[in-house]
């Protein structure tokens, strides 16, 4: 029985019927929906049929082939992140859950139809191995990227741990193309890469801590009050928190993070579905032994994205913390993996977005970004100035690394030094 038959037997058992009525029944929103469904059903396996029966290429009109490539363009019509899961994608997310993969230690996505760079994990492959945001990945291991889907591409770049992987990478800022060789890893890197002072010489005196997340995982909380710690033993009173180029990652870690600023069952971010049945998640601050009481500045830039946003938007809602960089990326969407019935097909799901997060003050951040206090941006330059210090990878032999104007921390620390002075002023003011 081929696709359009059964359609068609289904149909009658579901009592769809095709007879003229005696008289036009009343628009029924129930029956409705059924008859779009079924019309729906019925346009595919008609064009299935079709292109079976007369598609020069015979070996590319399997059933399965069809089908599958159809439900991928209908999901990524939807958004970027929902994606259907073949068998063979179903599984690496069942992997990727378990933790059991190999990978390049980078975020990427699709701009403009091309695999791009969004961020490289600091300390992971990727950066080691030079990667920058905004690189565009051409080829993997000489095929080329432009007809694969995320899904797709993520699957080749994944693999065993200590098998290379070639890359052609395309850098439109330098107009070249770059060949490398990048070893996948099992990524388990520091999600804190970088805790200091300030420098006097910059902060003119006054003790200003700095730390920088580079992404939100199980071990920050930890890495974090490790790193409160360490600046508090050196005298700290004012904090500056960099997530620039931070892709995001677990958002229990994120709560947590915010969990130190907060007091114990403070409202840091809501999740909120379509359906009325999927009521308002509320992520509540959790008790912390670690308790952040300074004056604070968060630094973000366009590529901070999903917990970072969460993070960043969360304490300027609670007037904890001000926020100095660009807008932000703009991922508050929730994704949540479901298994299609196994009686119709095993091992086959689809990634879909049911969700989006939204600040204490109900603010979105999907698609918006969170919007910061006071703008103050870098230059391509710079940015890459900045990454080359820290990547051994983009550095060119025994050049020595020049200086960056880093504008967005000048900012912060300028405005917790006139922050500090207007509070001693002020408490001067009061002495008698």
Do not use: C
Not at 160 to 172: A, D, F, H, I, M
Not at 256 to 279: C, I, N, W, Y
Not at 310 to 336: C, H, M, R, W, Y
């Amino acid at each position: 029985m081929n696709v359009l038959a059964w359609i068609v037997a289904v149909g009658m058992g579901w009592g769809w019927s095709w007879g003229m009525a005696a008289e036009a029944p009343k628009p029924n929103p129930t029956t409705q929906s059924e008859e779009g469904r079924y019309r729906s059903a019925l346009l595919f396996a008609s064009v299935v049929e079709m292109v079976r029966d007369d598609y020069l290429e015979l070996e590319k009109t399997d059933y399965d082939k069809l089908t599958y490539a159809a439900l991928r363009g209908l999901l990524s019509s939807l958004d970027p992140h929902s994606q259907f899961l073949d068998p063979d994608h179903y599984k690496m997310i069942r992997t990727e859950t378990e933790g059991q993969f190999g990978g390049l230690g980078i975020s990427v996505g699709m701009v403009e139809n091309q695999l791009t760079v969004n961020v490289p994990i600091e300390g992971g492959p990727g950066f080691r191995a030079g990667l920058l945001p905004g690189d565009r990945i051409v080829k993997i291991d000489g095929k080329g990227t432009h007809k694969l889907t995320l899904g797709e591409a993520i699957r080749q770049l994944r693999g065993r741990p200590g098998v290379p992987v070639k890359l052609s990478v395309y850098r439109p800022a330098e107009k070249q193309t770059i060949e490398m060789a990048v070893v996948r890893e099992m990524i388990q890197v520091p999600t804190i890469q970088e805790t200091r002072m300030i420098a006097s010489s910059l902060s003119q005196g006054e003790k200003i801590g700095y730390v920088r997340i580079t992404q939100f995982g199980e071990k920050t909380p930890k890495e974090f009050d490790g790193a409160i710690g360490q600046l508090e033993k050196e005298g700290a009173t004012a904090l500056i928190l960099d997530l620039r180029d931070n892709p995001g990652g677990l958002v229990d870690a994120a709560v947590e993070v915010v969990s130190r600023f907060v007091p114990e069952k403070t409202l840091v971010v809501a999740m909120e579905g379509r359906k009325s049945s999927d009521k308002r998640q509320e992520y509540l601050s959790r008790a912390s032994s670690v308790r952040v009481r300074w004056p604070t500045v968060v630094l973000v830039n366009g590529n901070s994205a999903s917990a970072a946003e969460i993070v960043a938007g969360s304490l300027q809602d609670l007037n904890l913390a001000v926020i100095v960089g660009e807008t932000t990326f703009g991922k508050g969407s929730v994704q949540t993996v479901q298994r299609v019935d196994p009686s119709v097909v095993s091992d086959v799901g689809v990634r879909l977005t049911t969700a989006h997060y939204t600040t204490p003050s109900r603010k979105k951040i999907h698609g918006v970004g969170i919007e910061p206090d006071i703008v103050a941006r870098l230059t391509r330059g710079e940015e890459q100035a900045i990454l080359q210090k820290r990547s051994p990878g983009l550095k060119k032999g025994d050049k020595k690394a020049q200086e960056v104007n880093d504008e967005p921390l000048d900012r912060a620390i300028d405005l917790l030094r006139g922050w500090k002075v207007v509070k001693r002023r002020s408490l001067a003011q009061r002495s008698p």
